[in-house]
């Protein structure tokens, strides 16, 4: 099984993109993930992951999770490959789908105090009444 669960803060604000031809949103961003244990000096060393979501869950993200905010971030590790100057070249990245904001980043106008915690079940959802066909 390939399960990831991170909970760190965001490094800087994500990035929405959308997939061409499909118009399927997508957030990239970065987690900051302290490691759980200490070193001589008393200090964590930090990862800095790659993350990427799709969909509902994107949008959102782009919306609410700005840098400095707490999430965690249920996924799966993906690795991917390119080639650069004839050579393949891998990296690693967590594709996931569900994530919940567990603090907020200090005082910040951009983000509004009743900003949900968790992607809600219709968000994004678009009335019927709404759509011209």
């Given at each position: ?82 080639e650069k100057d004839g050579e393949t070249r ?13 603090a907020k980043p200090g005082k910040k106008e ?24």
């Amino acid at each position: 099984m390939n399960s990831v669960v991170l909970v760190g803060r965001i490094v800087r604000d994500p990035e929405l993109r959308y997939i061409p031809g499909s118009g399927t949103p997508v957030a990239s961003f970065t987690i900051a993930v302290e490691r759980d244990f200490l070193k001589k000096d008393n200090t964590r060393d930090t990862d800095f992951i790659p993350c990427e979501a799709m969909g509902k869950v994107a949008e959102y993200i782009s919306n609410w999770c700005l840098k400095g905010c707490l999430v965690e971030f249920l996924g799966s590790l993906r690795i991917e490959k390119y080639e650069k100057d004839g050579e393949t070249r891998y990296y690693s990245k967590v594709s996931g789908n569900k994530i919940r904001m567990l603090a907020k980043p200090g005082k910040k106008e951009n983000i509004e105090q009743n900003a949900p915690s968790e992607v809600p079940e219709n968000y994004g959802a678009v009335d019927e009444d709404d759509v011209p066909f």
